[in-house]
């Protein structure tokens, strides 16, 4: 069965430690993320976004997730991603999601704690725990674009908790979604992570934290791949974040990046290949190898 994802948090919360949010879209994806954290014994959180589930199906997704799940010794959670469809949420905590995300940042700060509150109500009869966010981060990425930054307030964020009653929240400390996150250098507020880890006392969420390796970039423009001027947040960065309270970390670009340099070589060194299945294992191999390095740097392997 799937992990309950506010237990994996709770833990990583006393272990000073965050759990990996992996984003999937196929099966090869959900393999090659559940192949690494079996190798470092870690739990995970695969994630589906609403692009994910228009792409894919609800259905297909869930049992994937369910499949991994039911085949493995590590803790599986599933969590909907950046939910702002309101009949989306509900076919997710039916279907028995381990938790959903109810973004509803971009509302006034009165409106974001009404709809909040109604998700976890009727999450929480289900036994689905609730993902919700304050504060608003920049870029884009599938169905998510971010209208700027507008950075978490530490008293705001207390009254939010009490009021929606939420398992917990994501927060905007400077990162930005998708691969071209920043004009200039990357720089985590972490100060004012530390106030609000001072006001809130549940799990701290941080999302827009791809590393978007240079390796990755650089393989990707081997092979015909035009990325100017992406970057992502640097690893003593996602350190400092952990180290002041931040529990759950979100990766989509990154897996994006190693499928697409993947698929990418193997069709120009392989020009004569048409099989799917030659096309696809590397792909799947390189999203193990980013899952791998990300779960190192959380800090999460061995804490099954």
Not at 25 to 45: D, Y
Not at 129 to 140: C, D, K, M, R, Y
Not at 260 to 286: G, Q, S, T, Y
Request: aromatic residues 6%; contains cysteine; glycine residues 8%.
């Amino acid at each position: 069965m799937l992990a309950d994802t506010k237990l994996l948090l709770q833990r990583a919360q006393k272990g000073n430690y965050a759990v990996g949010h992996f984003n999937i879209n196929n099966m090869e994806i959900v393999q090659g993320i559940v192949k690494a954290a079996e190798k470092l014994n870690s739990p995970i959180i695969l994630a589906a976004s609403e692009g994910a589930i228009e792409y894919a199906g609800l259905n297909y997704l869930y049992n994937l997730a369910l499949i991994a799940s039911e085949n493995s010794k590590i803790p599986i959670a599933l969590h909907l991603d950046h939910g702002k469809n309101l009949e989306i949420i509900r076919k997710c905590i039916n279907w028995g999601f381990s938790s959903v995300m109810i973004d509803a940042s971009h509302e006034s700060f009165e409106k974001n704690i009404k709809l909040t509150s109604e998700i976890v109500k009727l999450a929480h009869a289900r036994g689905v725990s609730v993902e919700a966010e304050l504060g608003t981060i920049g870029g884009e990425e599938d169905k998510v674009k971010g209208i700027g930054i507008a950075y978490t307030d530490p008293e705001k964020a207390k009254e939010f908790v009490h009021k929606t009653g939420c398992d917990f929240l994501a927060i905007a400390i400077g990162t930005s979604h998708g691969a071209y996150k920043f004009t200039g250098e990357a720089k985590l507020k972490i100060e004012l992570l530390k106030k609000i880890q001072e006001k809130v006392k549940i799990p701290l969420v941080l999302h827009g934290a791809s590393g978007v390796p240079d390796s990755l970039v650089n393989l990707a423009k081997k092979y015909g791949a035009q990325l100017p001027g992406v970057k992502g947040i640097p690893d003593a960065q996602i350190r400092q974040a952990i180290n002041n309270g931040i529990c759950k970390i979100n990766t989509d670009t990154d897996l994006r990046l190693a499928f697409d340099a993947a698929v990418r070589r193997f069709i120009k060194e392989h020009p004569k290949d048409i099989d799917p299945r030659h096309i696809l294992d590397p792909a799947r191999e390189m999203i193990a190898q980013v899952v791998e390095q990300r779960i190192k740097l959380f800090k999460s392997n061995g804490k099954v």
